[in-house]
């Protein structure tokens, strides 16, 4: 009797079960739904929230400070396409590391990317309640990071499904008024609204360029590239395998890059001969000062309005959502409590890892509510840590472990990610690297607790190599 044709989906799971695991999540995403996760975590209006402040660090030059900055992920997003393919997983940066690296170094990876996906959702809500506050001054910050914490919790808790539904609705509400902004601000620009003119000045200006001065923007910058490689925290929920959670990570990097650049070329364009915002309070004002400008005051509140709802809602939820597989690959992999890798056996999700995640998040919120810059230098460094180790793991595993001739991919393509990340991390906030460090070495700490315990950090995973995908 002949055996019947394998399926994809049987070929995914089958993928699963040459590292050990079972299919226990949900696989229902396709490319479309992969692109929009990443896009919205991504937030396709991030600058509005961040403008002012990388308009001081770049002297204006805030398109050209993006530009660099996809670069830069382009490269880390091109490794983590190779790696995704050879370990099609939940875990990201912790399952690829764990097993190009070994598991000490995979601990530390997963440990370093807590400290960017824990905080990132917390940083959201608190950017969300510091914009509601131009809108509703007389509800208090905690109360609204409370609210969207809630609100997020309840819809990741219904299944992945009902979260790429929520995703949809927060993206084309984002495009939709980042739309009129461009519509606007063009129309602004043609009839010379103070004096703004055609220019390519935002993205090079000989006169204020200098290396280190964009570098050290794009420190700041990165930021709001920082979600693309939760799209592999999917793997184990995609149709289509590794392939497609490569695609839609490329796919995602490149479209939210593009509107990153012709949002910010827009509004600077709208700032003629100006060099800085003065001021912190005007500096964190600085795109609502600009959507004034260009749709007077009720238009600026659309825009605080849209900064709320992507980054405290429709951000946060994503963030929330790639967090809590994290912790479910961890925990999974008896790197962290077991209770977490608990799955609810209708709607398929983590759901004690979500809950978990809520909770942290309502706490840190309320004590880090109006702290923003101190949570976005540590968020930033938890994964650019990580970036690190990923462009280690495509090197090592493919060079050393398999043997593999390919060296542009595998070592060109680490190798400049590896330098250009390098360079922004030791660039970055003091205080970021003073927290950061601090981090690892609670990780280290726990790392030796475990293997004191008699748990040692090895994946328990069968060797075997996965299926081509």
């Given at each position: ?29 396709t490319l ?6 990443g ?5 396709p209006?991030?600058?509005f ?11 204006g030059m ?14 880390t997003?091109l ?17 690829y ?19 960017d ?6 940083l ?7 914009a ?23 819809v ?18 984002q ?34 360029f ?9 420190s ?7 979600g ?9 929920e ?11 990570t ?11 650049m ?13 060099l ?14 600009v959507?004034?400008?260009v ?26 959502a ?12 008896g ?7 608990q ?18 998040s309502?706490v ?6 109006g ?18 180790l ?16 390919r ?45 004191l315990?008699g748990?040692?950090a ?12």
């Amino acid at each position: 009797m002949s055996e019947a044709p394998a399926t994809p989906a049987r070929a995914e799971e089958d993928g699963l079960a040459a590292f050990g695991y079972k299919q226990e999540l949900k696989r229902s995403l396709t490319l479309k739904d992969l692109l929009i996760y990443g896009m919205v975590f991504m937030v396709p209006t991030a600058p509005f929230a961040i403008f002012g402040t990388v308009f001081n660090a770049s002297r204006g030059m805030v398109p050209l400070t993006y530009l660099i900055g996809w670069v830069a992920m382009l490269f880390t997003a091109l490794s983590y396409r190779e790696l995704s393919r050879a370990f099609p997983v939940a875990g990201s940066v912790y399952a690829y590391a764990g097993r190009a690296l070994g598991p000490a170094w995979g601990f530390l990876a997963g440990w370093a990317m807590l400290l960017d996906y824990l905080l990132i959702p917390t940083l959201l809500y608190v950017i969300g309640a510091e914009a509601m506050a131009n809108v509703v001054p007389a509800v208090p910050g905690w109360a609204w990071v409370v609210a969207f914490v809630a609100f997020n919790c309840a819809v990741n808790l219904r299944g992945i499904e009902t979260t790429a539904r929520a995703n949809k609705l927060f993206l084309y509400v984002q495009l939709a008024v980042l739309a009129v902004f461009m519509a606007l601000a063009v129309r602004a620009i043609a009839r010379g609204v103070d004096g703004a003119h055609w220019s390519w000045t935002p993205l090079y200006n000989p006169a204020a360029f200098t290396p280190a001065l964009v570098f050290n923007a794009l420190s700041i910058a990165v930021l709001s590239f920082l979600g693309f490689d939760a799209i592999s925290t999917l793997s184990e929920e995609a149709r289509g395998g590794s392939r497609v959670v490569g695609r839609a990570t490329l796919l995602a990097l490149l479209l939210v890059a593009s509107l990153f650049m012709a949002q910010t070329w827009l509004a600077a364009l709208l700032r003629p001969g100006q060099l800085a915002f003065a001021g912190q309070a005007v500096e964190n004002d600085a795109f609502y000062l600009v959507a004034q400008q260009v749709g007077g005051h009720p238009f600026r509140i659309v825009v605080a309005l849209t900064v709320a709802i992507s980054t405290a809602v429709g951000n946060a939820l994503v963030a929330q959502a790639a967090t809590s597989r994290l912790l479910f690959s961890m925990a999974r992999d008896g790197k962290l409590p077991r209770p977490l890798a608990q799955v609810h056996p209708q709607r398929r999700v983590p759901q004690r890892a979500v809950v978990l995640v809520a909770g942290v998040s309502v706490v840190l919120g309320v004590f880090f509510v109006g702290q923003i810059g101190l949570l976005s230098s540590l968020v930033n460094f938890g994964a650019l840590f990580a970036f690190l180790l990923l462009h280690l793991s495509v090197a090592s595993h493919f060079l050393l472990r398999e043997r593999g001739r390919r060296w542009g991919m595998h070592l060109a393509v680490p190798a400049i990610g590896f330098a250009i990340i390098g360079y922004v991390l030791v660039n970055a906030d003091r205080y970021a690297k003073l927290g950061g460090l601090a981090w690892l070495g609670l990780g280290a700490l726990v790392l030796l607790g475990l293997r004191l315990a008699g748990k040692p950090a090895r994946l328990e995973l069968d060797e075997r190599a996965p299926p081509e995908a």
